[in-house]
C-alpha cells in the first residue's frame, strides 16, 4: 500500500463526510451603538495563540490583522472605544513564524500544504540553560493592547522567568532572552485600562490532547483554580494607576471536537484501506493506547491530523505493516485513545466551571465559547456563508486544525460582543463576518 495515496484518500474522504452538516440561518443585527455601563475608553486582551491571531500552524502578519481583539475594539469604538494596538510583524517580514498555506490541488482534489517562511520575522535562536532552544523574533515596540502570546499557560503568568523561554513573550519585552524576569501578569497590568478580555487556560490542556497524551500533562484542577482567580482579581483592579475595570472572561473550548480531531478518523482510515490494493481483508486498524496492550481502535478514538500526511499507514515494516497488525500499531502520540479522551473532557469541564465560578465572584461577562465553537461546528449558515467544523471547506478553522480562519475569529469577535452587551447593558454593534475569509485557496 502506497501511503502517499492513503494520505490523500483519507483527507478527501474526510473532507466530504465533515462538509455534509445541516446549516441554519442567522443574520447581523442592527443596533443603535450604547456603551451601557461600562467604559471602554482602553480596552487589553489577554490570551494565548487565539488572543494574537495565531492561525495556520503559525503567527503572521495577516493572521495578527484578523485577531478576534481587533475586531472588537473596531466595534467598541463606537460606543467610545479608544485606539487599539497590536504587535504587528513589520511587511518586510510578514511571515512572522511561517505558516502553512495551500500551493494547488491533486488531480483528486485534495490540496497540497507548504511552509510559507521567506520573509520571516525571526532573528535568531538562542539557547537556555536547562530549557533548550528558543527562537527569537523581531522586537515589537510601540504602544500595546493585544498581549496575546501564543503558547503561554496559567503557571506561565506568575513566572518571572517565562520572558527568556518564549520567543513570542520575548519578542514584547524590552530585554534580550536570558535577561528577562517580568511576570506576563504584571506586563499586561503596566498601565492603566478600562475594559479587559482574558481567554486563558486553553493551553493548560490542549499540549496533553494534541500530543496524543504524550509529552505534556494537564494543570492540576487547584493550581488552574487559584491561578485563574489571582489573574481575574488583579486585572479587576485596572492595571498601574487604574480605578478598577470591566471584563469579559471565555470558556475552554473542547479540543476533541476540533477538526485536528475529527478529519481523519476510524472510518475514513478503513475505507481508504479497503480501496488500496490488497486492503479489502482488513478488518482492524491497531492502536498503542496509553496505558494496557494493543488493541483495535473503535469510533471513540480519535486520530490526530499529522497522522494523514505522516504517511505510516500500511507502511510496509518486518513487524507487519503500520498500524494494520497488532505487532506494529498505531504509536500513541498519534491517536487520543478513549481513556485519554475522558481525561481531557474531565479537565476542561472543571476549568470550565472555575472559570464560570470566578467570572459570577467578580461580576464579569463570561464568553461561553465551548458552546459557541461546538455550535458552529456542527454547521450554521451565516449571512449566506456555510460555516462548519469541516477541515479546509467549514470555514471556521486553518489549515493546523485548531486555531480559527479569520472567518472564524469574527464569529468568536461576535460571541464575546454578545456576552459584553448582555452583561453590561451596552449595545456594540456585531461583526459582519462574511467580510471575512475562510481557509485561503490559491
Same mark, same amino acid.
Given at each position: 500500500?502506497?501511503?502517499?495515496?492513503?494520505?490523500?484518500?483519507?483527507?478527501?474522504?474526510?473532507?466530504?463526510?465533515?462538509?455534509?452538516?445541516?446549516?441554519?440561518?442567522?443574520?447581523?443585527?442592527?443596533?443603535?451603538?450604547?456603551?451601557?455601563?461600562?467604559?471602554?475608553?482602553?480596552?487589553?486582551?489577554?490570551?494565548?495563540?487565539?488572543?494574537?491571531?495565531?492561525?495556520?500552524?503559525?503567527?503572521?502578519?495577516?493572521?495578527?490583522?484578523?485577531?478576534?481583539?481587533?475586531?472588537?475594539?473596531?466595534?467598541?469604538?463606537?460606543?467610545?472605544?479608544?485606539?487599539?494596538?497590536?504587535?504587528?510583524?513589520?511587511?518586510?517580514?510578514?511571515?512572522?513564524? @511561517?505558516?502553512?498555506?495551500?500551493?494547488?490541488?491533486?488531480?483528486?482534489?485534495?490540496?497540497?500544504?507548504?511552509?510559507?517562511?521567506?520573509?520571516?520575522?525571526?532573528?535568531?535562536?538562542?539557547?537556555?540553560?536547562?530549557?533548550?532552544?528558543?527562537?527569537?523574533?523581531?522586537?515589537?515596540?510601540?504602544?500595546?493592547?493585544?498581549?496575546?502570546?501564543?503558547?503561554?499557560?496559567?503557571?506561565?503568568?506568575?513566572?518571572?522567568?517565562?520572558?527568556?523561554?518564549?520567543?513570542?513573550?520575548?519578542?514584547?519585552?524590552?530585554?534580550?532572552?536570558?535577561?528577562?524576569?517580568?511576570?506576563?501578569?504584571?506586563?499586561?497590568?503596566?498601565?492603566?485600562?478600562?475594559?479587559?478580555?482574558?481567554?486563558?487556560?486553553?493551553?493548560?490542556?490542549? @499540549?496533553?490532547?494534541?500530543?496524543?497524551?504524550?509529552?505534556?500533562?494537564?494543570?492540576?484542577?487547584?493550581?488552574?483554580?487559584?491561578?485563574?482567580?489571582?489573574?481575574?482579581?488583579?486585572?479587576?483592579?485596572?492595571?498601574?494607576?487604574?480605578?478598577?475595570?470591566?471584563?469579559?472572561?471565555?470558556?475552554?473550548?473542547?479540543?476533541?471536537?476540533?477538526?485536528?480531531?475529527?478529519?481523519?478518523?476510524?472510518?475514513?482510515?478503513?475505507?481508504?484501506?479497503?480501496?488500496?490494493?490488497? @486492503?479489502?481483508?482488513?478488518?482492524?486498524?491497531?492502536?498503542?493506547?496509553?496505558?494496557?496492550?494493543?488493541?483495535?481502535?473503535?469510533?471513540?478514538?480519535?486520530?490526530?491530523?499529522?497522522?494523514?500526511?505522516?504517511?505510516?499507514?500500511?507502511?510496509?515494516?518486518?513487524?507487519?505493516?503500520? @498500524?494494520?497488525?497488532?505487532?506494529?500499531?498505531?504509536?500513541?502520540?498519534?491517536?487520543?485513545?478513549?481513556?485519554?479522551?475522558?481525561?481531557?473532557?474531565?479537565?476542561?469541564?472543571?476549568?470550565?466551571?472555575?472559570?464560570?465560578?470566578?467570572?459570577?465572584?467578580?461580576?464579569?461577562?463570561?464568553?461561553?465559547?465551548?458552546?459557541?465553537?461546538?455550535?458552529?461546528?456542527?454547521?450554521?449558515?451565516?449571512?449566506?456563508?456555510?460555516?462548519?467544523?469541516?477541515?479546509?471547506?467549514?470555514?471556521?478553522?486553518?489549515?493546523?486544525?485548531?486555531?480559527?480562519?479569520?472567518?472564524?475569529?469574527?464569529?468568536?469577535?461576535?460571541?464575546?460582543?454578545?456576552?459584553?452587551?448582555?452583561?453590561?447593558?451596552?449595545?456594540?454593534?456585531?461583526?459582519?463576518?462574511?467580510?471575512?475569509?475562510?481557509?485561503?485557496?490559491?
Amino acid at each position: 500500500m502506497k501511503s502517499q495515496y492513503f494520505y490523500k484518500s483519507v483527507l478527501a474522504l474526510a473532507i466530504l463526510g465533515l462538509a455534509s452538516c445541516k446549516p441554519s440561518a442567522e443574520s447581523v443585527n442592527t443596533v443603535v451603538p450604547n456603551k451601557g455601563n461600562a467604559d471602554f475608553s482602553r480596552y487589553i486582551a489577554v490570551g494565548n495563540s487565539l488572543t494574537s491571531g495565531y492561525a495556520d500552524g503559525g503567527l503572521y502578519l495577516d493572521g495578527q490583522k484578523n485577531s478576534f481583539p481587533l475586531m472588537i475594539a473596531e466595534q467598541m469604538k463606537t460606543v467610545g472605544g479608544g485606539s487599539f494596538s497590536t504587535p504587528f510583524f513589520q511587511d518586510s517580514q510578514a511571515d512572522g513564524s @511561517g505558516y502553512k498555506y495551500i500551493t494547488g490541488f491533486n488531480a483528486d482534489g485534495t490540496p497540497k500544504i507548504a511552509d510559507q517562511n521567506t520573509h520571516n520575522a525571526v532573528r535568531g535562536q538562542v539557547t537556555i540553560p536547562g530549557f533548550g532552544s528558543v527562537t527569537l523574533f523581531t522586537k515589537y515596540t510601540g504602544d500595546l493592547n493585544n498581549y496575546g502570546v501564543p503558547g503561554i499557560k496559567l503557571a506561565h503568568i506568575t513566572y518571572a522567568p517565562y520572558g527568556n523561554l518564549n520567543g513570542f513573550y520575548e519578542r514584547l519585552l524590552p530585554g534580550n532572552a536570558g535577561t528577562n524576569n517580568t511576570k506576563y501578569l504584571d506586563f499586561v497590568t503596566a498601565k492603566p485600562f478600562t475594559f479587559f478580555s482574558m481567554w486563558l487556560g486553553n493551553n493548560d490542556i490542549l @499540549g496533553y490532547a494534541t500530543g496524543g497524551g504524550v509529552g505534556d500533562v494537564p494543570t492540576p484542577k487547584s493550581d488552574f483554580a487559584a491561578l485563574y482567580n489571582l489573574a481575574v482579581s488583579t486585572l479587576k483592579k485596572g492595571g498601574t494607576g487604574g480605578t478598577g475595570a470591566k471584563g469579559v472572561v471565555a470558556t475552554i473550548p473542547d479540543v476533541t471536537a476540533t477538526a485536528f480531531f475529527r478529519t481523519v478518523t476510524l472510518a475514513s482510515i478503513l475505507a481508504t484501506v479497503h480501496a488500496s490494493p490488497g @486492503g479489502a481483508s482488513v478488518e482492524n486498524i491497531y492502536i498503542q493506547p496509553a496505558s494496557g496492550p494493543v488493541r483495535p481502535a473503535t469510533a471513540a478514538d480519535l486520530f490526530v491530523l499529522p497522522l494523514g500526511s505522516a504517511g505510516l499507514i500500511g507502511k510496509a515494516d518486518p513487524k507487519g505493516p503500520y @498500524g494494520l497488525s497488532p505487532y506494529n500499531p498505531i504509536e500513541n502520540q498519534y491517536v487520543l485513545d478513549k481513556d485519554e479522551v475522558a481525561i481531557v473532557n474531565d479537565y476542561v469541564a472543571s476549568y470550565n466551571a472555575t472559570i464560570r465560578s470566578v467570572a459570577a465572584a467578580n461580576d464579569l461577562a463570561v464568553m461561553d465559547a465551548n458552546a459557541m465553537l461546538k455550535e458552529y461546528g456542527s454547521g450554521k449558515v451565516v449571512n449566506g456563508a456555510v460555516v462548519s467544523g469541516a477541515y479546509i471547506t467549514g470555514n471556521l478553522f486553518s489549515l493546523d486544525g485548531i486555531h480559527l480562519t479569520p472567518m472564524g475569529y469574527a464569529i468568536t469577535a461576535n460571541g464575546f460582543i454578545n456576552a459584553i452587551n448582555a452583561k453590561y447593558g451596552s449595545s456594540i454593534p456585531i461583526v459582519d463576518v462574511t467580510k471575512y475569509r475562510g481557509v485561503k485557496f490559491p
